[in-house]
């Protein structure tokens, strides 16, 4: 059971990024995967789920529309769009499964963690 995080990088402020996901190893098709980041000093927080099946998508109030996530079944692959990127979304992020409702409203992690890739924005 194994979730690959990559894309991440150094960007400047306002520009846009794309982080994928690939999970392995899980022996069903429909799992919850969301972004998780923590910045330097501050804690963990979630910041965009998706379900597997229903459409149903989580995305913290903070993002104010700029980030979109995504995913392709057949690549067992979730995807981070992310645009007007700011020098605050600098952070580690990380994907996890994720339990979350039909609705979109809560995206809480399980213990199923990828590696995390850095995003910096700055000029």
């Known amino acids: 059971v194994q979730l690959q995080a990559s894309g991440g990088g150094l960007v400047q402020p306002g520009g846009s990024m794309r982080l994928s996901c690939v999970a392995s190893?899980?022996?069903?098709?429909?799992?919850?995967i969301g972004w998780f980041r923590q910045a330097p000093g501050k804690g963990r927080e979630a910041v965009s789920c998706?379900?597997?099946?229903?459409?149903?998508?989580y995305n913290a109030n903070f993002l104010r529309g700029r980030f979109t996530i995504s995913r392709d079944n057949a690549k067992n692959t979730v995807y981070l769009q992310m645009d007007g990127l700011e020098p605050e979304d600098t952070a580690v992020y990380y994907c996890a499964v994720v339990n979350m409702d039909f609705s979109g409203t809560y995206c809480d992690p399980t213990d199923y963690w990828g590696q995390g890739t850095l995003v910096t924005v700055s000029s």
């Open positions: 998706i379900s597997s099946g229903f459409g149903a998508t």
């Open positions: 190893g899980f022996t069903s098709d429909h799992i919850d």
